[in-house]
Every structure is written in structure tokens, then in C-alpha cells.
């Protein structure tokens, strides 16, 4: 029997519709049949492609005699945290401050109030490793809810005091300047490990964000240092094990220092961030690694992510069905030497197990190997590399492949398009463009809709319930100021400042602090605010770098002052935390250097557009079009006429302008290119 996930719209919450376990939607009206019935609220809160939420899946919520307590002494909720990020943010605040560490699944016990008072992540079916079973937690759980009900109450009242107390340290006035950016970098280099690139020891995740800083910085200062711990990463990543070797793009981290064996699920956003880091670090290189690993990022994303509405889906499970049926992490991305053989015969094995790494003993589990590039091969046939890697992904293809997340997440959506558009910019490929322009096409269509406000989630070209929060306005900006710039379409400049008027009337505070839920949205235990970038920017720091490339578009002095106000808390965690505010460290190199406005009077996609969107200054905003009607479309191009009738650019930055050029090399040199 279907419970009532069966209605939602979340692939995760509908793994769970055939569960015995009566689980409920978060709403009202689950915290209602709570204080009905005297019990507290079993909140479950993970996410379709996490490998771990599958097994406490199959172990518990399927075990009808597990379900059956559950539902009697509990109401049982399940949230998937990709839809409502704002539930996640302030339990997951709650369990990491309870317990010291966190993560998914995330399994917390609410009062009817819907105030925590018990906290774990993922409970064993028996004892183990010190943990208890979880039928031995719902037992204790009921146990002091029906016999210390005071006791319960006071935890909770103490926990919800406590997360309401941590509010947070504003970065006191100001923005983060040339100190703090040195600072910052200082700290990176500390944390850089020097033999395998990336920062910090196992597990490793790709430092997409920091990476951009790094190249904002180098582009700015000439910092060689900079661009050699960018490039070193980047380029240790291309070949290690996190990057698949033959479909191309990123699985989520690293389990090791040197980047052999991932996790092998692969989401949307790193592969968004990821795809423009290699494309920006090709724009101040000229490598062809690079760029290669940019263009196959690209081609994953449109290729595997792309749904029929046009939009991009969450990710891809790191599990899938191995050779016996077992449903196993990395099945359809390892290979043993057998395999090998299997495919291409015993020369072309041998030659394959020595360029992509695969051993007798495996660096995976049960003898199978991750492909990558150990690069100790010598020279090698480039033709023999191409015909053996087409050869293994067209027998990949004929394994089962690994379950897809199909909703479209607006923040996510927002990163794919920025980067589809540069990317497709820089090497000349229009249809990546035009996948980025079908992208926000279904934002504008289906997410923000007929409510003029931005929707977190979609499936199927319908709209989910929930509210966009702070990092779908700003990463969705963001998507739209890129494309404008790449299409000469002002239209995505209005579309951004739409969305960025929403961000000042909704969710600032005081003092330039940031919230991430608008002031109209469901109140929850407290609001949540976090300025840290994790896996992608947080909504604090994204909405921070659209405002500023708005105000460069548009002159506006709102906009200008709510980014330098939002910067504030960079000043403060930039020279502590440097790996966590990566994208913030970005948005201050832009502000620092101006941003520079480009004006380009002639035509899209000619030499001079081109040379415009290829220089490196740091936040650079491109605008181009000709004719008298390229005013209406870009207020940088009013009153900036051609100049002998050629086609000019016109460069400016803290309102000083240079002297019009009508030469590519010229605005090269302006733009640091």
C-alpha cells in the first residue's frame, strides 16, 4: 500500500511511497496528527543518490515489524533535503551542534513543536561500532516521551535557545580588501597539498571555488603561485579517479588524498562548477587539457543530466547493478583486467590496464580498478587511446546504469547555464549555448511561472511546492547575467534584475546580512543564514556576485551597496576559512578590480564580442549588440556609437572610462588577456 508520498514530486520521497512505514510529507498537518495523537515526530531527511540513505532504507523503513513501531508511536516525516534546503540547514545545525558531526541520512525526533531533542544520522539495524540499533533508539526515544515528558521538554526548549542564540557575527563594517585577500591566500597554500593538488587530506573534494579565486587572483595580481596551485589541481583531478575517463565529468569527492577511488554518485552542481573552472583556467592558460576537460564536462552534462523539458537533473546514484544483480557502489564505472580482455582482446587490455591504471589487485573493491591517468605510460598513440576508450564506453553502455534524479533544481539549473553558456562561447560551440538558453527558458516558464517568484524544484515540467531560497535567486541570476553576456539578449539582464529586486525587498537584513529564506516564507525553529561555501556557493555569496554584476550592468547604486554590504562577512571568514568561502573570495577579486564594464557597439559573437568575453579581468561584465536598439538592451551601450564605422569597444571601471578601441589586440590588453 502507498503511503502519502505517493502525491510528491521528489524522486526521493518516492523511493519511499511503498515503504510500510506511514511516513508524511513535511507540512502542518503532520505536526497536527503529532499533538493529536501525543507523539513526537520522526523527522527522516536525505537525498535520491545518497548511497547510505538506500541502506538505512532497506535495512529499516522496508522491515515491516520496524515500521509497524515506528507507526505506532510515532509520525513519521520525510524530507528530501534538496527540496527543502531551509529544513536541512536548521536541523543539520541542530545535530552537528548536539553530536559534532553531521550528514545523511539525518534522522532527528521532534516535539508536536516541531523542536528537536534527539539527534543521530544513520542507525544500524543491530548494535555496532558503538552505536545503537534502531529499533533500540525508537524504543528509548518512546521510552522518555511517555515517562520523562518534562525532561524531553527542557532539552528541546534549551536546543531551540541555543540555535537562536548563535546568530550571526556580522563581518563588522566594510569590504574585504588587499590584506584580507592575502590573507586568505596565505591560508590556502597552507592547507595545499603539494603532492597531489587539492587542499586537505582524505576525504578530498574538488575545490571548484577556490579554484576560481585562485584564478580571479592571478588574473588580478599576476600571482604565479596562485595560477600554479589552480593548475596543479585541476589538472591532478583530470586524472585521477574522480574524473570518469571515458563518459567525462566529476563524481562528488574523492575518498583518498590522491584522488583515485570517488564517490561515485555525480551531481549537477559539481559538474556545473567544475565545467567553467576548466573553461576559465583554458582562458588563462590556453591549455588543451583544459579545455577538453571542459568541452567533455559539457557534453556529459547534456548528454546524461538534460531532461525532455530542457532542464538539467539533480544527479546520478553512485550505485547500480553489477554483473550478479547486486545493487553496488561504482558497478558501472570499474573495470578488472578480465573485463578488459573481455572488450578488447589481450594487446589492447594490456595497453589499457597500464594508461588507465587498472591492476590485477584493483584499486577499488573485489579486484576492479577506477580508470585514470597514473601518466607513467610514456608517449602514447593518441588514435589507439581514442579507439580503446570508445570501445569500453560502448560496452559500459550495455551494463545497467545507475538511477537518475530527475528534478530540476532552479539554484543548480543556474550554475549549469553559466557554465553551458561561457563554454560554449569560448570553443565555438552554439549548441552548448542554446542548451543554456532552453535551461532558463523552462526557469522562466515553469519556475518562476504565474507567481513572479522563483520555485525550488521542478519534475516533468511542473512546479513543486516549495519556495526558491537566497541561493536559487542568486545562482539563477548569476545563469542569466552570463547568458546576456555570451547572447546579446537584454532580456536575461531584466530577467536577473527581477530576481535581484526580490533578494533586496525579501531576504536582506541589517547591516548587509543575507537570510536564506525570504521574510514571507513557513517559519521554521530558526531562520536560516549560512554565508559558507560548501558544494556550491551559499545563497549569501552567489546573491553577493550577481548584485555586483548587476550594478556593473546597470549603474545601479542599490545593487552595488547591498553586494559591498554582503561582502562584509568575506572581510571576516576570507582570512580564517579561506576553502569555505571560496566563492566569496571570487566575488572580492571582482570587487576589487572594479569590475570592469565592457560595451561592445557591433556585432554578437564577432571578433571584438569574442576578444571581450575571453579577457580575464576578474568579474568583467560584457554587453553587445548594434544598431540604436542595443541601448534598450543594455544600458552599457547607450550613447557608445562605432567609431570610424567599425565595430568598438568601450572599457570602464569605477567610473572612469578608457578610450574607445576599434582594435581586438588593444581590449585584450585592457582585459588582462
Known amino acids: 500500500m502507498a503511503n502519502r508520498l505517493a502525491q510528491t514530486t521528489s524522486p526521493y520521497l518516492l523511493q519511499h511511497a511503498d515503504n510500510p512505514v506511514d511516513w508524511w510529507p513535511w507540512s502542518p498537518e503532520a505536526f497536527e496528527e503529532a499533538r493529536k495523537r501525543d507523539v513526537p515526530v520522526l523527522l527522516s531527511v536525505g537525498y535520491a543518490s545518497c548511497h547510505w540513505c538506500h541502506v538505512m532504507a532497506h535495512e529499516s523503513f522496508e522491515d515491516d515489524d520496524t515500521a509497524a513501531y515506528l507507526n505506532a508511536h510515532f509520525v513519521p516525516v520525510k524530507v528530501d533535503r534538496e527540496e527543502r534546503p531551509d529544513v536541512d540547514a536548521v536541523y543539520m545545525e541542530a545535530v552537528q551542534a548536539a553530536t559534532g558531526h553531521g550528514g545523511w541520512p539525518m534522522t532527528v525526533f521532534l516535539t508536536p513543536d516541531a523542536e528537536p531533542f534527539y539527534f543521530g544520522t544513520y542507525f544500524p539495524p543491530e548494535p555496532r561500532h558503538g552505536s545503537p540499533s534502531f529499533q533500540q533508539v525508537l524504543e528509548g526515544v518512546t521510552t522518555a516521551w511517555t515517562d520523562r515528558r518534562e525532561e524531553v521538554a527542557e532539552v528541546a526548549g534549551r536546543i531551540v535557545a541555543d540555535l537562536a542564540g548563535r546568530s550571526l557575527v556580522h563581518g563588522g563594517d566594510g569590504v574585504p580588501g588587499e590584506s584580507e585577500v592575502a590573507q586568505a591566500l596565505l591560508g590556502l597554500t597552507r592547507e595545499y597539498d603539494e603532492q597531489h593538488g587539492g587542499f586537505g587530506g582524505a576525504p578530498k573534494f574538488p575545490p571548484a571555488m577556490a579554484v576560481e579565486f585562485l584564478l580571479r587572483h592571478y588574473a588580478r595580481t599576476g600571482a604565479e603561485g596562485a595560477l600554479q596551485m589552480a593548475a596543479d589541481t585541476c589538472a591532478a583531478m583530470a586524472r585521477g579517479g574522480i574524473y570518469d575517463q571515458l563518459g567525462g565529468g566529476f563524481a562528488r569527492y574523492s575518498v583518498d588524498r590522491e584522488w583515485i577511488v570517488p564517490h561515485f ?230 530577467f536577473a534584475g527581477f530576481l535581484l529586486d526580490i533578494v533586496l525587498e525579501q531576504f536582506t537584513g541589517e547591516g548587509g546580512q543575507l537570510y536564506d529564506t525570504a521574510h514571507d516564507a513557513e517559519q521554521l525553529i530558526r531562520r536560516p543564514q549560512d554565508p559558507t561555501d560548501s558544494a556550491t556557493p551559499s545563497g549569501w555569496t552567489a546573491a553577493a556576485g550577481a548584485l555586483l554584476s548587476y550594478a556593473a550592468y546597470t549603474g545601479s547604486e542599490a545593487h552595488r551597496t547591498a553586494a559591498e554590504g554582503a561582502l562584509g562577512v568575506v572581510k571576516a571568514l576570507g582570512p580564517r576559512v579561506p576553502r569555505f568561502v571560496g566563492w566569496g573570495l571570487a566575488v572580492a577579486e571582482a570587487l576589487l578590480d572594479g569590475p570592469r564594464e565592457v560595451a561592445v557597439a557591433g556585432p554578437v559573437g564577432g571578433e571584438l564580442h569574442r576578444t571581450a568575453l575571453l579577457g580575464r579581468a576578474p568579474g568583467a561584465v560584457v554587453a553587445a549588440g548594434e544598431g540604436a536598439g542595443a541601448g534598450a538592451e543594455f544600458p552599457l551601450l547607450v550613447d557608445r556609437p562605432l567609431v570610424g564605422g567599425e565595430p568598438t569597444a568601450y572599457v570602464c571601471r569605477h567610473f572612469v572610462c578608457d578610450a574607445p578601441t576599434t582594435d581586438a589586440g588593444e581590449l585584450a590588453g585592457k582585459l588582462g588577456g
Open 265 to 494: 554518485e555525480k551531481m549537477l552542481y559539481d559538474n556545473a562548477l567544475l565545467c567553467r573552472v576548466y573553461a576559465h583556467l583554458w582562458r588563462a592558460t590556453g591549455s588543451d587539457e583544459a579545455r577538453r576537460i571542459a568541452l567533455e564536462t559539457a557534453d556529459f552534462m547534456v548528454r546524461e543530466l538534460r531532461t525532455a523539458e530542457g532542464g538539467f537533473a539533480s544527479a546520478l546514484d553512485a550505485d547500480s547493478e553489477d554483473a550478479e544483480g547486486r545493487h553496488v557502489e561504482g558497478a558501472f564505472y570499474v573495470w578488472t583486467p578480465e573485463q578488459l580482455r573481455e572488450v578488447l582482446g589481450e594487446d589492447d587490455a594490456a595497453f589499457a590496464a597500464a594508461y588507465f591504471g587498472v591492476t590485477e589487485e584493483g584499486t577499488f573493491e573485489e579486484g576492479a580498478s577506477v580508470l585514470r591517468l597514473p601518466g607513467d605510460t610514456g608517449p602514447v598513440d593518441a588514435a589507439r587511446v581514442a579507439g580503446v576508450r570508445a570501445r569500453l564506453l560502448a560496452a559500459r553502455d550495455e551494463r545497467p546504469h545507475p538511477g537518475r534524479d530527475d528534478k530540476v533544481v532552479a539554484a543548480w539549473n543556474g550554475l549549469a547555464i553559466a557554465a553551458l553558456a561561457e563554454t560554449g562561447a569560448y570553443f565555438d560551440r552554439p549548441d552548448l549555448v542554446e542548451r543554456a538558453t532552453e535551461a532558463a527558458d523552462l526557469l522562466v516558464r515553469v519556475h518562476l511561472g504565474e507567481v513572479a517568484r522563483l520555485t525550488r524544484t521542478s519534475k516533468d515540467g511542473r512546479a513543486g511546492d516549495n519556495a526558491g531560497v537566497l541561493e536559487d535567486y542568486g545562482d539563477v541570476a548569476e545563469g542569466f547575467l552570463a547568458l546576456a553576456a555570451v547572447t546579446g539578449e537584454g532580456a536575461w539582464l531584466e
